[in-house]
């Protein structure tokens, strides 16, 4: 999961002189941070991106410079969301793929649109990849009333497994075709795909 952190201190922590702009104070993040929830107040009052400050993501050490004036005495306060660990999906190997998972042939589709629009799906060369494997038999509403998604099959897959829309998914002499793929992710990284399929032969 992300963590969080929070900086507090005052304006005397940052490099430069007592009232000086430009002044730039490093955090101590122990891993990215990024803009999405990245809060910086200078005396209470939060300061705004580019006008007021500008900051740049790092591992370790992020860093914000002060554009304008700022003291010695002046509290300062940082709220940040560190990504999640690098090795998220690590765990989901060692979690749901080492506790659930099978073998499918995984068959990756290319298309091919000609010059009257008809498109041509040419199947690629099959291999074999470890999945979670799920048959859902279930309606999902959309925000669209009186839509419905319906799959026969969902599979959880490695963040960094390929897997793309219309690519066949064999699993137990039964062959399925994937509908669409999302990312499901921590922070702002991915920590595993989910494929919904549709039952072909």
């Known amino acids: 999961m992300a963590d969080t952190g929070t900086f507090n201190g005052t304006g005397a922590d940052a490099s430069g002189s007592d009232g000086d702009s430009n ?8 891993k990215l941070t990024s803009q999405e929830g990245f809060l910086v107040y200078a005396s209470g009052l939060p300061l705004g991106l580019t006008t007021e400050y500008t900051v740049t993501h790092n591992s370790t050490g992020t860093q914000i410079t002060f554009l304008n004036g ?4 002046m509290t300062v306060i940082v709220n940040y969301i560190q990504s999640i660990d690098s090795g998220m999906d690590e765990d989901f190997v060692a979690g749901p793929i080492g506790d659930f998972g099978v073998s499918v042939t995984r068959t990756p589709v290319t298309t091919t649109t000609g010059f009257s629009g008809q498109k041509t799906y040419s199947d690629g060369t099959p291999a074999s990849i470890t999945v979670v494997f799920s048959n859902p038999n279930t309606s999902y509403a959309l925000d669209k009333s009186g839509l419905t998604k319906k799959y026969d099959a969902v599979v959880f897959v490695q963040s960094t497994q390929t897997i793309n829309k219309r690519d066949k ?6 062959v399925y075709r994937v509908a669409d793929v999302s990312d499901r992710k921590f922070g702002s990284t991915t920590g595993y ?3 919904g399929l549709f039952f072909v032969s």
Do not use: G
């Open 169 to 174: 998914i064999t699993h137990n002499s039964n």
């Open 193 to 195: 795909k989910v494929a």
């Open 70 to 73: 700022l003291w010695d005495d």
């Open 23 to 30: 002044r730039i104070l490093t955090i101590e993040n122990t």
